[in-house]
C-alpha cells in the first residue's frame, strides 16, 4: 500500500510538473512580441540569464540565515552539466530564429514535439520504459507536428520557421535527458547553472553575430519573462523529474502548448489556418494517452550487504565478515489510482535502477 508521505509526494510533483508547464506557456507569445524589438540571439541570452540569475538571487535570499553553500560539482556530472548548457545554448537561439517566421499559436503546438524527442532519447539512451499508451501519444504528436510544419501540400514543403522550432524541441529533448542525469542536485542549482551558462553563452554568440543591441527597457523585459517562464518554470519541472522521471514529467508537461495556443489567441487575436484545427485535435487526443499513461514512482532507501574479505594478522590469512549501506534509486509503475504494495526483503546485489 502507498503510503500517505508517498501519495502527497506523488501529488505534489505532479502539480510541480503542471506548474511549470504553465508558466513556460507564457514564454512563446510573450517573446513573439518582444522579438520586434530584441534579436533571436540576444533573446535567448536574457531569457536564460533572467531565469539564471533570479534564481541566483533566491536561492542567496534562503540559504544566507542557514549558512549553506552551493554543492560542488562532482566529476561524474561534467558531462551532463556541459551538454545541458551547451543545449540550452542551442534550443533557444533555433526556437527565437524559428518563432520569427510562425505564429506563435503553431509554435506553441510545435513544442510538444519535445515529448517525442524527450520519451524516445530516454528510451535509446538512458533505458526508460515506454509504455503503449506513451507509444500512441509520441505517434499523435508526430502526426500533427508534420501537418502544423506543412507550407505547402500540393509542393510537400515544410515551414522553415516550423522546421528550426522542431530542431529546438528535440535538443531540448535531449537536454531533458540529461538534466533528468542530475535531479539528485538541487533543483535550484540546476537552474543557476544552466540559466548562468547558457545565458552568458548565447550572449557572446550575440556579440560575435554583432546582432544590434536592445534597449534596456526590453531588455528588463526580457529577463522578466526569462525568470518567469524559465527559471521558475525549470525549477518546478525538475522538482518534478525527481519524483517522476524524464518521460513521464514530458508527458504532464504537455499542457503548456494547450494554455499557450490560449495565451497567443487572446494577445494577436488572429485566426489560424484550418490546418492548425486538426493539429490542435491530434495533440489534445495525444495529451490524454500521455497523462493517463501509468505513473513512475521512483524512491531511494537504503540497502546493508555483508560481504567476506580477507585480513593478515601476523603471518596469518583470517577471513572476516563486514556490512556496509548504501542507498539506490528503485522504480516501480501503477496505474492511475490503483494503490501499489511492495517489499524488498532482500535486494543484495539486485540493483535494477543503478546504484
Same mark, same amino acid.
Given at each position: 500500500?502507498?503510503?500517505?508521505?508517498?501519495?502527497?509526494?506523488? *501529488?505534489?510533483?505532479?502539480?510541480?510538473?503542471?506548474?511549470?508547464?504553465? @508558466?513556460?506557456?507564457?514564454?512563446?507569445?510573450?517573446? *513573439?512580441?518582444? @522579438? $520586434?524589438?530584441?534579436?533571436?540571439?540576444?533573446?535567448?541570452?536574457?531569457?536564460? @540569464?533572467?531565469?539564471?540569475?533570479?534564481?541566483?538571487?533566491?536561492?542567496?535570499?534562503?540559504?544566507?540565515?542557514?549558512?549553506?553553500?552551493?554543492?560542488?560539482?562532482?566529476?561524474?556530472?561534467?558531462?551532463?552539466?556541459? $551538454?545541458?548548457?551547451?543545449?540550452?545554448?542551442?534550443?533557444?537561439?533555433?526556437?527565437?530564429?524559428?518563432?520569427?517566421?510562425?505564429?506563435?499559436?503553431?509554435?506553441?503546438?510545435?513544442?510538444?514535439?519535445?515529448?517525442?524527442?524527450?520519451?524516445?532519447?530516454?528510451?535509446?539512451?538512458?533505458?526508460?520504459?515506454?509504455?503503449?499508451?506513451?507509444?500512441?501519444?509520441? $505517434?499523435?504528436?508526430?502526426?500533427?507536428?508534420?501537418?502544423?510544419?506543412?507550407?505547402?501540400?500540393?509542393?510537400?514543403?515544410?515551414?522553415?520557421?516550423?522546421?528550426?522550432?522542431?530542431?529546438?524541441?528535440?535538443?531540448?529533448?535531449?537536454?531533458?535527458?540529461?538534466?533528468?542525469?542530475?535531479?539528485?542536485?538541487?533543483?535550484?542549482?540546476?537552474?543557476?547553472?544552466?540559466?548562468? $551558462?547558457?545565458?552568458?553563452?548565447?550572449?557572446?554568440?550575440?556579440?560575435?553575430? *554583432?546582432?544590434?543591441?536592445?534597449?534596456?527597457?526590453?531588455?528588463?523585459?526580457?529577463?522578466?519573462?526569462?525568470?518567469?517562464?524559465?527559471?521558475?518554470?525549470?525549477?518546478?519541472?525538475?522538482?518534478?523529474?525527481?519524483?517522476?522521471?524524464?518521460?513521464?514529467?514530458?508527458?504532464?508537461?504537455?499542457?503548456?502548448?494547450?494554455?499557450?495556443?490560449?495565451?497567443?489567441?487572446?494577445?494577436?487575436?488572429?485566426?489560424?489556418?484550418?490546418?492548425?484545427?486538426?493539429?490542435?485535435?491530434?495533440?489534445?487526443?495525444?495529451?490524454?494517452?500521455?497523462?493517463?499513461?501509468?505513473?513512475?514512482?521512483?524512491?531511494?532507501?537504503?540497502?546493508?550487504?555483508?560481504?567476506?574479505?580477507?585480513?593478515?594478522?601476523?603471518?596469518?590469512?583470517?577471513?572476516?565478515?563486514?556490512?556496509?549501506?548504501?542507498?539506490?534509486?528503485?522504480?516501480?509503475?501503477?496505474?492511475?489510482?490503483?494503490?501499489?504494495?511492495?517489499?524488498?526483503?532482500?535486494?543484495?546485489?539486485?540493483?535494477?535502477?543503478?546504484?
Amino acid at each position: 500500500m502507498l503510503s500517505r508521505k508517498n501519495t502527497n509526494s506523488l *501529488r505534489e510533483a505532479t502539480a510541480y510538473a503542471f506548474l511549470a508547464a504553465a @508558466l513556460y506557456a507564457l514564454n512563446m507569445p510573450f517573446s *513573439r512580441l518582444l @522579438l $520586434g524589438s530584441v534579436e533571436p540571439l540576444y533573446m535567448a541570452a536574457f531569457l536564460y @540569464l533572467g531565469a539564471g540569475l533570479g534564481m541566483l538571487g533566491m536561492w542567496v535570499l534562503r540559504t544566507k540565515p542557514k549558512g549553506r553553500v552551493f554543492a560542488p560539482i562532482e566529476k561524474d556530472e561534467k558531462p551532463y552539466i556541459l $551538454g545541458m548548457v551547451l543545449l540550452d545554448i542551442l534550443a533557444p537561439a533555433l526556437l527565437m530564429f524559428g518563432l520569427r517566421s510562425t505564429l506563435a499559436a503553431n509554435a506553441s503546438l510545435l513544442n510538444n514535439f519535445e515529448i517525442v524527442a524527450t520519451s524516445l532519447i530516454a528510451l535509446l539512451l538512458f533505458k526508460e520504459a515506454i509504455s503503449r499508451r506513451l507509444w500512441i501519444g509520441i $505517434g499523435l504528436v508526430t502526426l500533427a507536428s508534420v501537418l502544423l510544419s506543412m507550407e505547402s501540400f500540393s509542393a510537400f514543403r515544410f515551414s522553415s520557421g516550423s522546421l528550426l522550432i522542431l530542431a529546438a524541441s528535440t535538443a531540448w529533448g535531449l537536454e531533458n535527458n540529461f538534466t533528468r542525469k542530475l535531479s539528485n542536485r538541487a533543483s535550484s542549482d540546476i537552474v543557476i547553472i544552466k540559466g548562468i $551558462g547558457s545565458g552568458f553563452g548565447s550572449l557572446i554568440l550575440a556579440l560575435l553575430t *554583432r546582432e544590434a543591441f536592445p534597449q534596456v527597457g526590453f531588455i528588463l523585459l526580457t529577463i522578466l519573462l526569462g525568470f518567469v517562464a524559465y527559471g521558475l518554470s525549470i525549477n518546478y519541472y525538475v522538482k518534478a523529474q525527481m519524483q517522476l522521471g524524464a518521460a513521464k514529467t514530458s508527458a504532464y508537461y504537455a499542457v503548456a502548448p494547450f494554455l499557450g495556443v490560449i495565451f497567443s489567441l487572446l494577445i494577436f487575436r488572429a485566426l489560424p489556418l484550418p490546418t492548425f484545427w486538426v493539429g490542435l485535435i491530434l495533440m489534445a487526443a495525444a495529451s490524454w494517452f500521455l497523462v493517463t499513461d501509468t505513473i513512475s514512482i521512483q524512491h531511494t532507501h537504503p540497502h546493508t550487504h555483508t560481504e567476506m574479505v580477507v585480513k593478515r594478522r601476523g603471518d596469518d590469512l583470517l577471513p572476516e565478515m563486514i556490512e556496509y549501506t548504501h542507498t539506490h534509486f528503485h522504480a516501480h509503475q501503477r496505474e492511475n489510482e490503483e494503490d501499489h504494495d511492495h517489499s524488498h526483503p532482500s535486494d543484495a546485489g539486485n540493483d535494477p535502477a543503478g546504484s
